[in-house]
Each structure stands twice: as C-alpha cells, then as structure tokens.
C-alpha cells in the first residue's frame, strides 16, 4: 500500500507538471524586435549659427510667445489655450486614459461585493430529482440567498495584471505628452498666423501707399497729355501700372483675410472673431536665439512628440508581456459568506424567519486553475500582433526622431538665412532712401519736378514692402525652431528604451 502511495504522489506530480507545462502553450521567439535608434549628432549645424545663438536660457520656457513683446499676441494666446477645441479634445483623451489606468489597477485588486436573490420555482413531476424525490415532484418553492459578502481574487503570479496596469500607465503619459504637443503646435500656429497677418496688415498700408501714388502719376500724365506736352503712351503706361497696384492691394486684402480667419479659428471662434485684430502692432524680434550647448542631449525630455512616442513604444513593450503571460495558468480564489434557505410555497412566511437563522448560515471557498491548452491559434495571434504594435510603435519613434532632428536642423538654416538677408535688405533701405531725400533735395532747388519724387519713392516703398515679409519670415522662423526645441515642454522622467 505504501509503495502504492509513494506512487500515486509520484503520479499527481508528473500530472501537475505536465499540466503546467501543457499551460504555457507554445509560442516561439520571432526575428529581433525593432530597435529604437541614438540621437544623431547635429554639431556642425549648430556650429554654423553659433553667433546668433544664445546659451544662458538653454531652452525655450512655457510662455515663450512674451518674449516678442506683443499684447495682442499675448491675449491670442490665452484665448486660444481656453477657448480651442482640439485642445480641449486632447484633454479629454487624457482623462480617459488616467480613467482606464484605474481599471487596469483594480486587477491586482480583490473583488468585493454583496449579492441576493430570491427564487420562485416549480420542480418539474419527471425529472431525476422528482423521480428520485416523489414526495416533493410537481412542489413549488422558495429560495432566498442572501451574500453580505462575495471575495474573487486572481493571483497574478505572472505579471500578466502588473502589464496590463503598466501599459495603461504608458499610453496615459503618452497621452498627456500628446495633450503638450497639441498644445505647442497650436501656440505656434497662433504666432506664425499672427506674424503673417501683422506684415500683410502693414503691407496693406504700403499698397494703399502706392496706389496713392499712382494715382498722382496718372493724374500728371492726364495733365501733360492735355496741355500736349507727352503723348498717350504716357497715360496708357500710368493706367496699366495704377491697376497693377489695385490688383496687389486686392491680393493682400484676402491674403489679411485669411489669416485672420485662421487667427479667429485656432481662438475657438466664429470668422468675425479676429475682424479687430493688429491693432497693437508692437513686435519685437529678439536679438539671439536660445539654444543649448549641447542640442541633441536632452532633445527626448523636451520634445512631447518624442516623450508621446517613447511611452507608446514602452506601453507596446507592456502588452507583449499580458500576450506572452496569456500562455501561462491562470490561478484565482472565490469564496462567499451569506444565508440561504429553501422553503415550500405555502410556507413563504417562514422564509424570512429561516433565512437570517443560524443554522441558514453558509459559505464557500473556491481557488481555480485555467490552463489554455487550445485556443485554436488566437494567443499566438494576439502575441504575434502585439509584437507588430511595439516595432511599429518603435519606428514611429524612430521617425519622430529624425524628423525631430530634421525641423531643428530647418529651423536654425532658416533663422540663419533670414537674418543675414534681413541685414542686407535695410542696407539696401538705407541706399534707396538716400536717393529719395536727394530727388527732393532736387525738387526743392528746382531741377526736378513732382513725378520724379514720386518715382523716387515708389522703389522705396516697394522695398519697405518686401522688409515686412522678410521680418515676417524670421520671426517665423523663431517660432519654427521654439517649436522644434519643445516650446518649453520638459519631462525629466521619460525612459531611455522600453523593456521587452
């Protein structure tokens, strides 16, 4: 008997073994993952712009649109931050996701509840308890349960519980990063509309300018047409330019419509919201740039287009570790306190007075084992999914790198190159206005007459108009490469690589 024993236990051992390994499924390693790729070196870029550079501020702050020193901006800003409904969208994806890390954290939790019923029934005069039970065939009945207290508890031995909480942690900072990212390319799409529209309001002026002037031209072509002293050409030539510049004028009026439309619709407000705009037209253009000593160190921490990417690559990362675990056994405990009691029909009044009895007390504990021997391939295809999320959640972060290194690389050419033309350009300003102040130095002493003032100026004003749009396009470009230095967004607690 004993060698029997000794065998028996040898027996359920080997059965138990062979259970839990029969659990853990088969799934294979496929080919090497995606990997996530070191930040490239951009020194010889940075190294080009070094003189126009700044290192005491590092980075871009959070309010970085202040330092152009525009009131009207400032409140654009604001409002766009309160009032925009893409970003009120991305808050709510947000909350969501903190929402679902709940859920995922109650898993690790026990399950607590009550629960009661109360059953009417008829058992049936020809089933195998009424045959087995003549005396009650055909009886009616009462069942009343009643559970102050109901315990389930899934052991999460594997960690597969731990992921899936982990995963929700992921995808909710990637969330919040995604919400700063919505936040930044909304404040600088604000700045850069409100750039545009403020060069094309003072362009505006400037055509009016020359249409004024023009029309001075063609009226003196009139006149010295009509005391003979030039001929038709001359008028014929003074229309075609006058309506070239009525042309421009309607040119620019819609180019200033647009933007503020585009200015009224990022604000969260209908077209006629931005019809006051450029009202305080104070604009500074900042002398230096802030940019780090070292650009790409740091560049993941205050980027929430790389943070976003990063944390969806390490939520992937959570997944593949639930689908692998979904391979494993699953182990989990119930159990129950309450009151029952049974009761014929005609005897309802007594159920009450049964049911919170002593001897109606029961209880139940029940641990349970859920071993996946057959799932006819849908773990595998679960795993094999999860597996294709996280390479693709790791090359969107690979490519959001390198367009990240891309815009900064853009963004400081650009800075560059605006500001050496700029220069130039109010060196050409200085030449051309030298040359109006003669033409009325010669107007004054008598050796020229009206019209070549008016010539004089018009090269001038043309020139002006050009300066609005250069001045434009680098304050763009400061905006550009804020925005590509993170506008201020810092997260010191970003992870380097996820952990498969």
């Known amino acids: 008997m004993r060698r029997r024993s000794v065998s028996g236990t040898f027996t359920a051992v080997g059965l138990a073994a062979v ?40 980075w871009p702050n959070d309010q970085w649109w202040t330092r152009f020193s525009s009131p009207e901006l400032n409140v654009l800003e604001e ?33 607590l509840d009550a629960d009661a019923s109360l059953t009417h029934e008829r058992l049936s005069q020809h089933g195998v308890f009424a045959a087995l039970n003549r005396e009650v065939a055909g009886a009616r009945f009462l069942l009343g349960i009643i559970n102050p207290l109901s315990f389930r508890y899934e052991f999460d031995f594997w960690g597969k519980n731990r992921a899936l909480l982990e995963a929700a942690l992921g995808q909710a900072a990637s969330e919040d990063a995604e919400l700063a990212e919505v936040r930044l390319r909304l404040t600088a799409a604000v700045a850069r509309a409100y750039f545009r529209g403020l060069a094309l309001q003072q362009q505006l002026e400037l055509v009016r300018t020359m249409v004024d002037i023009r029309r001075d031209l063609h009226r003196l072509a009139e006149t010295r047409f ?25 040119g620019v009026r819609d180019q200033l419509d647009v933007q503020r439309h585009l200015l009224a619709r990022l604000s969260g407000k209908g077209p006629d919201g931005a019809h006051d705009l450029f009202a305080h037209r104070a604009v500074t253009i900042p002398e230096q740039i802030p940019l780090p000593d070292h650009l790409p160190i740091g560049l993941l921490a205050r980027r929430p287009d790389l943070a976003a990417a990063l944390y969806r690559a390490d939520a992937a990362a959570r ?18 306190v309450g009151f029952n009691a049974l009761v014929l029909t005609k005897g309802a009044d007594q159920l009450g007075k049964l049911l919170f009895s002593g001897q ?17 391939g849908r773990l595998r295809g679960e795993l094999k999914a999860q597996r294709a999320e996280y390479d693709a959640a790791v090359e969107l972060y690979n490519e959001t790198l390198l367009d990240a290194m891309r815009e900064v690389a853009d963004s400081l050419s650009a800075w560059h190159t605006t500001r050496s033309i700029l220069e130039s350009h109010h060196r050409l300003l200085a030449s051309l206005d030298d040359d109006y102040h003669l033409a009325k130095v010669r107007l004054t002493s008598g050796l020229d007459d009206d019209r070549e003032v008016l010539k004089h100026r018009f090269p001038l004003l043309e020139q002006e108009y050009a300066l609005r749009a250069l001045e434009s396009d680098q ?4 905006v550009d490469l804020i925005e590509s230095l993170g506008g201020g967004y810092f997260n010191e607690d970003v992870t380097r690589q996820p952990k498969l």
């Open 319 to 336: 997944r593949i570790k639930f689908a692998k675990a979904q391979f494993l056994p699953s182990i989990d405990l119930t159990a129950f």
């Open 19 to 58: 259970l839990l390994a029969g659990g853990c499924a088969w799934y294979q390693e496929e080919r090497e993952r995606a990997e996530i790729l070191d930040t490239p070196s951009m020194d010889h870029m940075v190294a080009e712009v070094a003189s126009f550079a700044s290192s005491r501020e590092q």
């Open 226 to 250: 009509r005391l003979g002293l030039d001929d038709g050409f001359k008028v014929k030539q003074a229309i075609a330019e006058l309506e070239t510049v009525n042309k421009r004028e309607a």
């Open 360 to 376: 109606s007390f029961s209880y139940g504990v029940a641990p349970g084992l859920r071993l996946p021997w057959f799932e006819g």
């Open 79 to 111: 409002t766009a931050l309160k009032d925009n409904p893409s970003l009120r969208k991305a808050d709510a994806r947000l909350r969501e996701a903190q929402a679902l890390v709940r859920v995922e954290g109650a898993r690790l939790l026990p399950f």
């Open 475 to 478: 304050l763009v470009a400061m």
